[in-house]
């Protein structure tokens, strides 16, 4: 018989649901909390808050991270900001309005009840952050300033210049070193999780290596937390931080734990375009740019033609053959439509042969006109760190002036192109943050999280800190409330002796291929099949066809892998084995996703289902739920198909309209 999934939302009206179930939820009382142990894999933004809150509230925690300090989670590196519902501007917003604007931006593919819990707390981290001492930008007169992101009419995010991911995460970073220096929490840097230990079919804890001697190392707990973030990497080229990877969400996959909707990927419209075939990383022009910045092509075929061949620069295009496409396509949002819908449109243009750079995969970012209306120096405070980054990268400074010319100024564009950036996919996870497997947890972008079909630019942050510092807090008790009575595990017990047995019969498989191909090679081509056939857009031929040559990249990785050195010690190429052979298969879990999803919808967009306009064309009567993966035993296998209805009781579905 199929699994059914219990998504454990709360009864009542949505709006009612959180607090009803924070007024019911069991407790765990003072002095149990001092015998109850979490384990919290991650140190980004999710995994940093959740430790330190946890550890806060008397439990003792024992936190993990693969890099040498907390503070260099790939949560650093977020720029443009994080959304809240404060209405500081005055502009009509208001915790329904955020709430609306995620649905509808995830193109009602996500809970509503998680959604609006999400928005109702979103007020609360900036004040638990403004607490920290984070600096947020501020107004002349001290409130704190806001701009906008796609998706919404109103100006809700907050942010610090273009650093607000490495001032938030300092911020949580505080509040988890005063609990390591209270003994609450303890940190293992430069470790990984390699698999999760089930014992009476419960998580009680991890095997971990040690990434510097290479030895593996067990830990029990009474609950265990994931807050490894997302699979971006599985495409290779991405704007993640390279060190990104899902093995720990895959070996919980493995184990019993569903995977959600793996098919929604974002692929964000403002990144620096690929400019070569010897690149390993992609690079991120905040979407915060989209406030002054315009998106634009030239309107005749000729000058692109001319662009791409170099004979003309892109200043030299007057105001009058510019097509500013996203605001001639949607005059209600302009460049602010949500993600999905700004990269596919600069998609659309390229392929009609409108791209602006030698490979004709480029639009242009223009700030010709907010220079003129702001003034540089406006415009560099907002943005001055995101230029420098873009003139390091390019050698093209987009706040010089090109040349004037009937007495308008114009300045060197940037060039931007779509990128993969974040995956709304994950681990599954009902209301209260707990996946299929009993006493394990998954927070921030690891879970299938809250975002639907596509997240809104600052939304991200805004989940990560939400789960960590203000939902698993008070779920997590649910759980644990009746786990006090049980002693510590030892970790001397067989199931611990066979977990770590199997992790480490897995690493002499790898390190015994002895093959001729680096892991970088593999990846690469792992890159190229899933940009090819499960990117931007996706048709029927095309995902069966990635499909076989995943599975065939799975023998090549399994038969002709080549890892230097040994396993004992530091070995950063085994590391990275690891992480490959898991986006083969979370490669192999997004195309049977997509496959099976005969709708377009946000992120994922088949080809085969578009309106007249282009637009993705959602089949709600079919497809109105999340789809959930289970594992059937073996890599081998094809992943079973459980589905989760979704059910919305104050939105009104409907198609999604940035026009007017
Ligand atoms: C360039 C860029 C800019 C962005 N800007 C924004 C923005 O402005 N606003 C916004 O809302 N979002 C933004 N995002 C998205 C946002 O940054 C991420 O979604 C978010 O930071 C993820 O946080 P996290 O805590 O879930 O995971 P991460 O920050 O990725 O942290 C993962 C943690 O898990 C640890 N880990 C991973 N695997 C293992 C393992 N097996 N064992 C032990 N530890 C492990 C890592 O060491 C790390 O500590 C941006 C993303 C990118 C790529």
């Known amino acids: 018989m199929a699994k059914v999934l219990d998504s454990k939302i709360p009864a009542g009206p949505v709006p009612e649901k959180w607090k009803e179930y924070k007024a019911h939820q069991r407790l765990v009382n003072p002095k149990n909390k001092l015998k109850l142990d979490v384990i919290v894999v991650g140190t980004g933004l999710a995994g940093a808050s959740a430790a330190a809150s946890l550890a806060e509230m008397g439990f003792n925690v024992y936190n993990f991270c693969i890099q040498d300090s907390p503070r260099r989670a790939h949560s650093i590196a977020a720029q443009g900001g994080i959304n809240a519902a404060k209405n500081y501007q005055n502009d009509g917003d208001s915790v329904y309005r955020l709430f609306y604007d995620t649905v509808k931006g995830g193109d009602y593919r996500a809970r509503e009840a998680n959604v609006y819990r999400l928005a109702e707390v979103s007020n609360n981290i900036i004040d638990q952050c403004v607490a920290q001492g984070v600096p947020f930008a501020r107004e002349y007169g001290g409130m704190l300033a806001n701009r906008s992101f796609g998706g919404a009419q109103v100006s809700r995010t907050f942010y610090a210049k273009g650093q607000t991911g490495q001032q938030l995460l300092l911020g949580a970073y505080s509040s988890l070193s005063k609990e390591v220096q209270r003994g609450k929490v303890k940190l293992f840097t430069r470790y990984e999780m390699e698999d999760v230990v089930i014992v009476d079919g419960r998580a009680r804890g991890i095997i971990a290596k040690n990434l510097v001697t290479g030895k593996l190392e067990r830990f029990s707990a009474n609950a265990v937390v994931i807050a490894t973030g997302g699979y971006g990497n599985a495409y290779f080229l991405s704007t993640n931080a390279m060190g990104c990877n899902c093995t720990a969400a895959i070996q919980c996959y493995r184990k019993g734990a569903m995977m959600a909707n793996p098919s929604y990927v974002q692929i964000h419209p403002t990144c620096i375009p690929v400019h070569g075939d010897k690149q390993s990383k992609l690079t991120l022009?905040?979407?915060?740019?989209?406030?002054?910045?315009?998106?634009?092509?030239?309107?005749?075929?000729?000058?692109?033609?001319?662009?791409?061949?170099?004979?003309?620069?892109?200043?030299?295009?007057?105001?009058?053959?510019?097509?500013?496409?996203?605001?001639?396509?949607?005059?209600?949002?302009?460049?602010?439509?949500?993600?999905?819908?700004?990269?596919?449109?600069?998609?659309?243009?390229?392929?009609?042969?409108?791209?602006?750079?030698?490979?004709?995969?480029?639009?242009?970012?223009?700030?010709?006109?907010?220079?003129?209306?702001?003034?540089?120096?406006?415009?560099?405070?907002?943005?001055?760190?995101?230029?420098?980054?873009?003139?390091?990268?390019?050698?093209?400074?987009?706040?010089?002036?090109?040349?004037?010319?009937?007495?308008?100024?114009?300045?060197?564009?940037?060039?931007?192109?779509?990128?993969?950036?974040?995956?709304?996919?994950?681990?599954?996870?009902?209301?209260?943050?707990?996946?299929?497997?009993?006493?394990?947890?998954?927070?921030?972008?690891?879970?299938?999280?809250?975002?639907?079909?596509?997240?809104?630019?600052?939304?991200?942050?805004?989940?990560?800190?939400?789960?960590?510092?203000?939902?698993?807090?008070?779920?997590?008790?649910?759980?644990?409330?009746?786990?006090?009575?049980?002693?510590?595990?030892?970790?001397?017990?067989?199931?611990?002796?066979?977990?770590?047995?199997?992790?480490?019969?897995?690493?002499?498989?790898?390190?015994?291929?002895?093959?001729?191909?680096?892991?970088?090679?593999?990846?690469?081509?792992?890159?190229?099949?899933?940009?090819?056939?499960?990117?931007?857009?996706?048709?029927?031929?095309?995902?069966?066809?990635?499909?076989?040559?995943?599975?065939?990249?799975?023998?090549?990785?399994?038969?002709?892998?080549?890892?230097?050195?040994?396993?004992?010690?530091?070995?950063?190429?085994?590391?990275?084995?690891?992480?490959?052979?898991?986006?083969?298969?979370?490669?192999?879990?997004?195309?049977?996703?997509?496959?099976?999803?005969?709708?377009?919808?946000?992120?994922?967009?088949?080809?085969?289902?578009?309106?007249?306009?282009?637009?993705?064309?959602?089949?709600?009567?079919?497809?109105?739920?999340?789809?959930?993966?289970?594992?059937?035993?073996?890599?081998?296998?094809?992943?079973?198909?459980?589905?989760?209805?979704?059910?919305?009781?104050?939105?009104?579905?409907?198609?999604?309209?940035?026009?007017?």
């Open 285 to 660: 022009m905040s979407e915060s740019l989209r406030n002054d910045g315009r998106i634009w092509v030239p309107k005749k075929l000729e000058d692109a033609k001319a662009l791409q061949a170099d004979t003309k620069q892109g200043y030299e295009i007057p105001e009058e053959d510019r097509d500013y496409y996203l605001e001639r396509r949607y005059p209600a949002f302009g460049n602010l439509v949500p993600r999905d819908v700004a990269s596919r449109a600069a998609k659309e243009r390229c392929d009609k042969g409108f791209g602006v750079n030698n490979t004709g995969l480029a639009v242009f970012l223009d700030f010709s006109e907010s220079i003129q209306r702001l003034g540089i120096d406006e415009i560099r405070q907002r943005y001055g760190n995101l230029f420098d980054m873009y003139e390091e990268i390019t050698d093209v400074n987009p706040g010089e002036k090109a040349c004037t010319k009937n007495g308008v100024d114009y300045y060197y564009p940037m060039m931007i192109f779509p990128a993969i950036h974040y995956t709304m996919g994950g681990v599954w996870v009902d209301y209260e943050l707990q996946t299929t497997i009993p006493g394990l947890f998954a927070i921030g972008e690891c879970n299938f999280s809250d975002h639907g079909a596509n997240r809104l630019g600052a939304s991200a942050l805004m989940q990560g800190l939400a789960d960590g510092y203000f939902v698993l807090p008070y779920t997590i008790q649910n759980y644990l409330a009746d786990q006090a009575i049980w002693p510590r595990l030892s970790t001397d017990m067989p199931e611990f002796a066979e977990t770590e047995k199997a992790v480490a019969a897995e690493i002499d498989r790898l390190m015994n291929i002895k093959g001729k191909r680096s892991v970088d090679s593999i990846h690469k081509e792992l890159g190229h099949i899933m940009w090819e056939h499960v990117g931007m857009g996706r048709t029927k031929e095309g995902l069966e066809e990635g499909l076989k040559l995943l599975k065939n990249l799975r023998k090549e990785f399994d038969t002709n892998l080549f890892i230097p050195g040994s396993k004992e010690g530091l070995n950063v190429e085994l590391d990275k084995a690891i992480h490959l052979r898991d986006f083969i298969l979370m490669g192999e879990l997004v195309a049977y996703d997509a496959l099976h999803r005969e709708e377009s919808c946000g992120g994922h967009f088949r080809e085969e289902h578009q309106t007249e306009e282009g637009e993705a064309k959602r089949d709600d009567e079919n497809f109105f739920y999340v789809g959930c993966w289970d594992y059937q035993g073996s890599d081998d296998k094809a992943p079973e198909l459980i589905k989760e209805p979704l059910n919305y009781e104050i939105i009104k579905v409907q198609t999604r309209n940035y026009k007017n």
